[in-house]
C-alpha cells in the first residue's frame, strides 16, 4: 500500500488531521533538549492502544510483560495511538528483553511504515500485576536510557490485577528527571496501595521521574468497534465476578495488611519506652494511618463485588410471578 500524501494549504504546510499534523513528530525530534526536564506534562492514549495494552498484561497473569508503542507528539502533549506486545521473558518482578526482542521491535516498525503507519516508537510498556502503578529502580534505568537516546519516550505502567479488582483501568504514565536533578518540591501526590515488599523499592527511587495526565480517546471507527465487541461479550461480563477472578489478589492484599499492622503496632511499643523520639512516633503514626487507607481500599473493593453479585441476584434469580 503506497503512503498517502498529507494534505497541505498554500504555503505548503501540513493541514492537521483531527488536531494533530502527521509530520508532529518531526519537529520535536530536532528540538531536542527540551525546553525543560518536564516538558511534557499530558499523555493520550487511544482506545485500541489501550485495549491491547490491558488485554496482554491480563493474559500475563501473576508474570510482568513488555511491550512498545507508536504514537507522536503535540506540544506538551504525548499522544499514543498502537501498541503492540514483545516476545520477552517474564517473572513476577521483572522482564527481560532478549537480542529477539530487539530484532522483533525493528522488523515491526519497519513493516508498520510499509503499510502506511507513519507513527514512530514513542515509548515502552510493562505490567505491575497487583502492586500498582510506579517505576521500580531497574525500570527508572531503562527509562533514563530510552530519554538519552530516543526521545521522546514515555513509560506506561498497567496493573492488571488492580484494573479488575476496581473495576476501571489502573495506568500511569511516567518520564524520568536526569541524572543528579533535583526535582522541586511539588507536595504529596496521590496515594497508593504498595505492598511491603515493594515499599524500599518506591521511596528510593520516587523522585527521580514525574507522572504525566492521561486521559483515553476514541475515534468513530473505535467506538463502532467496541460496540460490536460489547454486543457479542456483554453475558461475559454479567456472568463473571471480580471476587472469584480476585480471590487470590485479595488473599494477598489481606496478608500483606496484616504485615503492616504488625510491623507498625511494634514500632509504636519500641516508641512508648523511649523518651524524646517524637519523630519515630509520628513515622509509625504514618505508617498505621496508611495501614488504615489500604484496609479501607481492600474492604471498598470487596463491599464492591458484593453488591454487584447481589444486584444480579435480585435481577435475574429472584422473579417475582403474580
Known amino acids: 500500500m503506497a503512503e498517502a500524501e498529507p494534505a497541505q494549504d498554500e504555503q505548503g ?26 516538558y511534557f506534562k499530558y499523555c493520550k492514549i487511544s482506545a485500541l492502544a489501550l485495549l491491547k495494552m490491558v488485554m496482554h498484561a491480563r493474559s500475563g497473569g501473576n508474570l510482568e510483560v513488555m511491550g512498545l508503542m507508536l504514537g507522536k507528539v503535540d506540544g506538551e502533549t504525548m499522544i499514543i495511538m498502537d501498541s ?10 521483572r522482564v527481560n528483553a ?4 530487539y530484532e522483533y521491535m525493528a522488523a515491526y516498525i519497519e513493516n508498520a ?21 510506579w517505576l521500580s ?41 536526569p541524572k543528579g536533578y533535583k526535582p522541586p518540591d511539588e507536595g504529596p501526590s496521590e496515594y497508593q496501595t504498595i505492598p511491603l515488599n515493594k515499599i524500599e523499592d518506591f521511596g528510593v527511587h520516587c523522585k527521580q521521574y514525574y507522572a504525566l495526565e492521561v486521559s483515553y480517546f476514541k475515534s468513530s471507527l473505535d467506538r463502532k468497534l467496541l460496540e460490536l465487541l460489547w454486543n457479542k461479550y456483554w453475558v461475559n461480563t454479567l456472568s463473571s465476578s471480580s471476587l472469584l477472578t480476585n480471590a487470590d489478589y485479595t ?4 496478608f500483606d495488611l496484616s504485615e503492616k499492622l504488625e510491623q507498625s503496632e511494634a514500632q509504636l511499643g519500641r516508641g512508648s519506652f523511649m523518651l524524646g523520639l517524637e519523630t519515630h512516633d509520628r513515622k509509625s503514626e504514618d505508617k498505621l494511618a496508611k495501614a488504615t487507607r489500604d484496609s479501607c481500599k481492600t474492604t471498598i473493593e470487596a ?5 454487584s453479585q447481589v444486584i444480579k441476584d435480585k435481577l435475574f434469580n429472584q422473579i417475582n410471578i403474580s
Not at 531497574?138 to 530516543?150: A, E, G, K, P, Y
Not at 488473599?251 to 489481606?254: E, M, P, R
Request: net charge neutral; aromatic share 8%; glycine share 10%.
Open 13 to 38: 504546510r501540513s493541514i492537521p488531521v483531527s488536531g494533530i499534523t502527521l509530520h508532529a513528530l518531526l519537529p520535536v525530534q530536532k528540538a531536542i533538549p527540551f525546553p525543560s526536564h518536564h
Open 84 to 93: 503492540f506486545a514483545l516476545p520477552v521473558e517474564g517473572t513476577e518482578t
Open 98 to 101: 532478549q537480542a529477539a526482542a
Open 113 to 133: 511504515k510499509q503499510v502506511g503507519r507513519l507513527e514512530n516508537a514513542i515509548g515502552w510498556y510493562h505490567s505491575h500485576p497487583g502492586y500498582g502503578c
Open 137 to 177: 529502580g531497574i525500570d527508572v534505568s531503562t527509562q533514563m536510557l530510552n530519554q538519552q537516546f530516543q526521545e521522546p519516550f514515555v513509560a506506561v505502567v498497567i496493573d492488571p490485577t488492580r484494573t479488575i479488582s476496581a473495576g476501571k483501568v489502573n495506568l500511569g504514565a511516567f518520564r524520568t528527571y
Open 251 to 254: 488473599t494477598g492484599q489481606v
Open 303 to 307: 463491599i464492591h463485588g458484593l453488591m
